[in-house]
């Protein structure tokens, strides 16, 4: 019954091929209606929601501390052989800002009392000052942070600016830029570039901070009207300056929205070009072409009713699920085309006449049975490949493994049942019309494919050994170089690139725009300290809070070496920290209470309380509140349960080196207190997530292909009574993948958790691959006296089947690799890479162990 399965099938299929083309179309249309009668909104990549001593730790400083949820853009002004600091580029700033409030889209997102904040309102400001304390004779400047005169509007700063000559801005510049200075607000050195020389009175760059606030949505949802604002910025910078740029969350996105879509419009042509261009060399018949690309409009149908029927949300991973299906189908389509033409021009094997044979329903017969079980089995491997991702805690690659598994088995569906019925019907109304379509299947008939084809197949059978020899060789200089591959995870990796010369020559509208996104972020990173979103970590310290080595710990965190240099630096060469101490010094130099009591209490002499900690504490809580809660927790009796840190960082630097240099300051203040420091924040939780993310797909990839060769070796026990058949079909997929890995290490492609996924493919091809050549051979082995013979048959009907696969494949892959995008970039090169070497090791190392076990065997 076992080996009678597949005809029984295949006298099914024959006999009802109408009934299943309208059962089948019923089908379709019933799950397609799932894209209009689902729901199936857009997602986002998602932080994994991971247990862990981190994550426990920012949801405690979330619900006990004050903080600051603001949005925050920073807006660059540069002039690389000039001066950012003259009367009138300061005026243009000021101009910007008064553009930026009388624009109310951009207006009603800025916070009330601190919305810009910038060098040229320090300078204007401290003007102001100057002209109010001349005219009311009074020169206490204390008074006027006080508020007398109260803080000039943007229209009195400007009219102060414009009253100065150039002469006498620039003294301004002098006495608001002097270090000895204790006039200015605010320090004006945050607003400078860091290798600005103390004193100086031009610079070649300066910042100005845009704080903004959403109240659109929840405290988890994405303040979307802020980042619109954001490119609304963007665009009056754009106007204003010569050399300007904007960055912040909502510029990161509008970019890599656009990136995706320029690069689909540029590789949408060039991809269906190929695919035409390679399914017409394989078919070599309009009608064929034409039956393939309807199984793949109808398994682009039923996923897009899967996804929505099942209510997955749209997220930038999932674009990848319709060209790996594309893909695959193509497979499919192929293999029971090529079936049916060997079955029309050659013997199969069955027991009807020659000229029987040549009719197309004994052909279909013939080509169905001999394929339907490789495809149901690489269908269930394929799937069982990209269906171990669900184990990951990331939702949208749940969302991924979840969608790809269920297109796979859609895809089986049409390819085995739809596609042969529509091509039976199709070829019987073409035979009764006189029509002769007996073609030769691709890489059968003598040619230049054959030819190489079967010269793999005799080099297999001459000289296997070698040939594993060689292969095992390649794949432990692989393995080797796995070993040095970047498994961190950087966000700057996934920020769009510019255009390569010859795409920004193409012609409207496929020409793309220009990206300076990762430019301008690395520009801030080497010049500015960073704000806003990533920018900065926190160190949660619990235990005893109120002691001296507390303060003593977290007052010069230098000390604690960053191994990695990602923690941010200021002017003065110390790390940006805000620690209790920091609030300590800061609120004493402002308050005079405040610096008598810990000059009091100051045993050392180092500006810090040596003694009665928490009465200092209280005293800065009833002068500076606000102050004073983002450092440390007041509970309702009046002690203090915590202190935080708040560590400013590298935003371009990867999540598992700020990590690791947080940590190691957290590690110090452990070492010198009393207390327990733990690490968190937005890059550190990343870090955490991507790290428990990656093992949790290695784990998943190495029960996958336990599940997969435990299904084999079922597999072939059953049908052939020879499971170490399993061990041979795995051997070229592990191949291939270490194979992968090398070239990934030697291309500089990070292993981490994006490509991980990309990588199952190569499992799910390979073992797709290896399959079917691997039944092919074993059927004509049956068949056939000379192994010779058996080999050259195999490779040569199924090897051409798979060349035409991996080609058309590799193609449609492979052109996301001019991707502007570059996680698409990367999708489309690392898939491209894996579908050829997964051919080359299929056509080559499958079958030099298929002779290599028959003559261990005979």
């Given at each position: 019954?076992?080996?009678?399965?597949?005809?029984?099938?295949?006298?099914?299929?024959?006999?009802?091929?109408?009934?299943?083309?309208?059962?089948?179309?019923?089908?379709?249309?019933?799950?397609?209606?799932?894209?209009?009668?689902?729901?199936?909104?857009?997602?986002?990549?998602?932080?994994?929601?991971?247990?862990?001593?981190?994550?426990?730790?920012?949801?405690?400083?979330?619900?006990?501390?004050?903080?600051?949820?603001?949005?925050?853009?920073?807006?660059?002004?540069?002039?690389?052989?000039?001066?950012?600091?003259?009367?009138?580029?300061?005026?243009?700033?000021?101009?910007?800002?008064?553009?930026?409030?009388?624009?109310?889209?951009?207006?009603?997102?800025?916070?009330?009392?601190?919305?810009?904040?910038?060098?040229?309102?320090?300078?204007?400001?401290?003007?102001?000052?100057?002209?109010?304390?001349?005219?009311?004779?009074?020169?206490?400047?204390?008074?006027?942070?006080?508020?007398?005169?109260?803080?000039?509007?943007?229209?009195?700063?400007?009219?102060?600016?414009?009253?100065?000559?150039?002469?006498?801005?620039?003294?301004?510049?002098?006495?608001?830029?002097?270090?000895?200075?204790?006039?200015?607000?605010?320090?004006?050195?945050?607003?400078?570039?860091s290798d600005y020389e103390p004193g100086a009175t031009s610079a070649d760059a300066r910042l100005t901070l845009v704080f903004q606030s959403d109240e659109s949505g929840g405290a988890s949802e994405t303040p979307q009207e802020a980042y619109d604002a954001q490119v609304a910025i963007a665009s009056l910078v754009d106007e204003r300056f010569?050399?300007?740029?904007?960055?912040?969350?909502?510029?990161?996105?509008?970019?890599?929205?656009?990136?995706?879509?320029?690069?689909?419009?540029?590789?949408?042509?060039?991809?269906?070009?190929?695919?035409?261009?390679?399914?017409?060399?394989?078919?070599?018949?309009?009608?064929?072409?034409?039956?393939?690309?309807?199984?793949?409009?109808?398994?682009?149908?039923?996923?897009?009713?899967?996804?929505?029927?099942?209510?997955?949300?749209?997220?930038?991973?999932?674009?990848?699920?319709?060209?790996?299906?594309?893909?695959?189908?193509?497979?499919?389509?192929?293999?029971?085309?090529?079936?049916?033409?060997?079955?029309?021009?050659?013997?199969?094997?069955?027991?009807?006449?020659?000229?029987?044979?040549?009719?197309?329903?004994?052909?279909?017969?013939?080509?169905?049975?001999?394929?339907?079980?490789?495809?149901?089995?690489?269908?269930?491997?394929?799937?069982?490949?990209?269906?171990?991702?669900?184990?990951?805690?990331?939702?949208?690659?749940?969302?991924?493994?979840?969608?790809?598994?269920?297109?796979?088995?859609?895809?089986?569906?049409?390819?085995?049942?739809?596609?042969?019925?529509?091509?039976?019907?199709?070829?019987?109304?073409?035979?009764?019309?006189?029509?002769?379509?007996?073609?030769?299947?691709?890489?059968?008939?003598?040619?230049?494919?054959?030819?190489?084809?079967?010269?793999t197949a005799t080099l297999s059978r001459r000289i296997p050994i070698a040939v594993l020899v060689v292969s095992l060789l390649v794949a432990s200089v692989g393995a080797y170089g796995a070993t040095s591959l970047d498994t961190e995870f950087n966000q700057a990796d996934f920020l769009p690139e510019d255009a390569p010369g010859w795409m920004?020559?193409?012609?409207?509208?496929?020409?793309?725009?220009?990206?300076?996104?990762?430019?301008?972020?690395?520009?801030?990173?080497?010049?500015?300290?960073?704000?806003?979103?990533?920018?900065?970590?926190?160190?949660?310290?619990?235990?005893?809070?109120?002691?001296?080595?507390?303060?003593?710990?977290?007052?010069?965190?230098?000390?604690?070496?960053?191994?990695?240099?990602?923690?941010?630096?200021?002017?003065?060469?110390?790390?940006?920290?805000?620690?209790?101490?920091?609030?300590?010094?800061?609120?004493?130099?402002?308050?005079?209470?405040?610096?008598?009591?810990?000059?009091?209490?100051?045993?050392?002499?180092?500006?810090?309380?040596?003694?009665d900690i928490a009465q200092v504490y209280d005293l800065v809580y009833d002068v500076a509140p606000d102050r004073a809660s983002t450092v440390l927790y007041q509970t309702e009796n009046g002690s203090y349960a915590t202190a935080k840190l708040t560590v400013g960082v590298e935003t371009d630097a990867a999540a598992q080196s700020i990590a690791?240099?947080?940590?190691?300051?957290?590690?110090?203040?452990?070492?010198?207190?009393?207390?327990?420091?733990?690490?968190?924040?937005?890059?550190?939780?990343?870090?955490?997530?991507?790290?428990?993310?990656?093992?949790?797909?290695?784990?998943?990839?190495?029960?996958?292909?336990?599940?997969?060769?435990?299904?084999?070796?079922?597999?072939?026990?059953?049908?052939?009574?020879?499971?170490?058949?399993?061990?041979?079909?795995?051997?070229?997929?592990?191949?291939?993948?270490?194979?992968?890995?090398?070239?990934?290490?030697?291309?500089?492609?990070?292993?981490?958790?994006?490509?991980?996924?990309?990588?199952?493919?190569?499992?799910?091809?390979?073992?797709?691959?290896?399959?079917?050549?691997?039944?092919?051979?074993?059927?004509?082995?049956?068949?056939?006296?000379?192994?010779?013979?058996?080999?050259?048959?195999?490779?040569?009907?199924?090897?051409?089947?798979?060349?035409?696969?991996?080609?058309?494949?590799?193609?449609?892959?492979?052109?996301?690799?001019?991707?502007?995008?570059?996680?698409?970039?990367?999708?489309?090169?690392?898939?491209?890479?894996?579908?050829?070497?997964?051919?080359?090791?299929?056509?080559?190392?499958?079958?030099?162990?298929?002779?290599?076990?028959?003559?261990?065997?005979?």
């Open positions: 019954m076992k080996r009678n399965l597949p005809s029984r099938y295949a006298d099914a299929l024959i006999s009802r091929s109408k009934l299943i083309i309208v059962l089948l179309l019923v089908l379709t249309a019933i799950v397609g209606a799932g894209a209009v009668v689902g729901t199936s909104e857009d997602g986002e990549i998602g932080r994994a929601g991971i247990d862990s001593e981190e994550q426990a730790a920012l949801e405690e400083i979330e619900s006990t501390y004050e903080t600051d949820d603001a949005v925050v853009t920073q807006i660059v002004v540069k002039d690389a052989d000039g001066d950012v600091l003259t009367r009138e580029s300061l005026l243009q700033s000021l101009r910007l800002q008064q553009e930026i409030r009388e624009t109310e889209s951009i207006n009603t997102t800025l916070q009330a009392e601190s919305g810009l904040l910038g060098l040229e309102n320090i300078v204007a400001t401290t003007a102001y000052v100057e002209t109010q304390t001349a005219e009311n004779g009074t020169h206490d400047t204390a008074a006027s942070r006080n508020g007398q005169p109260p803080a000039p509007t943007l229209d009195q700063q400007i009219e102060v600016l414009e009253s100065r000559s150039d002469e006498e801005v620039e003294a301004l510049l002098a006495r608001v830029l002097d270090p000895g200075s204790t006039a200015p607000d605010r320090d004006p050195t945050p607003f400078l570039p010569d050399d300007a740029f904007v960055f912040g969350q909502g510029i990161i996105d509008e970019a890599s929205s656009q990136a995706i879509g320029d690069s689909f419009l540029i590789i949408t042509p060039v991809a269906l070009a190929l695919l035409l261009a390679v399914l017409s060399i394989a078919y070599r018949d309009v009608v064929d072409v034409l039956i393939s690309m309807f199984g793949i409009g109808v398994v682009m149908v039923w996923l897009q009713g899967i996804q929505g029927w099942l209510g997955v949300p749209s997220s930038s991973i999932l674009i990848a699920v319709p060209f790996l299906l594309i893909g695959l189908s193509i497979d499919y389509s192929l293999h029971v085309v090529m079936r049916y033409r060997e079955a029309r021009t050659e013997d199969l094997g069955t027991d009807t006449e020659s000229d029987a044979q040549r009719n197309p329903t004994t052909a279909m017969w013939a080509g169905i049975a001999g394929i339907v079980v490789s495809l149901a089995a690489a269908a269930f491997t394929t799937g069982i490949g990209f269906f171990s991702n669900y184990v990951s805690p990331l939702a949208s690659i749940q969302d991924f493994a979840l969608l790809s598994a269920a297109g796979i088995v859609a895809m089986f569906v049409v390819f085995a049942a739809l596609v042969p019925a529509v091509k039976l019907e199709v070829e019987r109304l073409l035979s009764r019309l006189g029509r002769d379509r007996q073609k030769s299947a691709f890489g059968v008939s003598s040619g230049p494919i054959r030819r190489v084809l079967s010269g920004e020559s193409l012609p409207e509208p496929f020409a793309p725009a220009e990206y300076n996104v990762r430019e301008n972020l690395e520009y801030l990173s080497d010049n500015f300290r960073q704000r806003g979103q990533g920018s900065d970590a926190q160190i949660l310290i619990r235990g005893n809070v109120t002691t001296p080595a507390v303060l003593t710990a977290t007052d010069d965190t230098s000390q604690y070496t960053s191994q990695n240099g990602t923690i941010a630096m200021q002017s003065d060469g110390t790390p940006t920290v805000e620690s209790p101490a920091t609030v300590l010094r800061s609120v004493a130099s402002e308050n005079e209470t405040v610096a008598a009591a810990i000059d009091a209490r100051d045993v050392d002499g180092d500006g810090l309380p040596d003694e690791s240099d947080v940590r190691q300051v957290a590690t110090g203040i452990e070492a010198d207190a009393p207390v327990t420091a733990v690490a968190t924040g937005g890059p550190i939780i990343t870090a955490v997530a991507q790290s428990a993310l990656f093992e949790t797909l290695v784990e998943g990839f190495a029960v996958t292909l336990g599940v997969i060769l435990t299904f084999l070796l079922g597999l072939y026990w059953w049908r052939y009574r020879a499971p170490g058949l399993a061990v041979v079909v795995l051997i070229p997929v592990l191949l291939a993948l270490a194979w992968l890995l090398g070239t990934m290490a030697l291309l500089d492609i990070p292993f981490n958790s994006e490509t991980v996924v990309i990588t199952s493919l190569a499992i799910g091809l390979g073992v797709d691959y290896s399959i079917h050549l691997c039944e092919r051979f074993v059927d004509e082995r049956e068949r056939r006296e000379s192994l010779d013979e058996s080999l050259v048959a195999a490779v040569t009907g199924t090897g051409g089947a798979l060349l035409g696969s991996a080609a058309t494949t590799a193609a449609g892959f492979g052109v996301l690799a001019l991707a502007l995008s570059p996680p698409l970039h990367r999708f489309g090169l690392v898939t491209g890479l894996s579908i050829i070497f997964a051919f080359v090791s299929c056509v080559t190392v499958l079958p030099s162990l298929l002779v290599v076990r028959e003559r261990y065997v005979r």
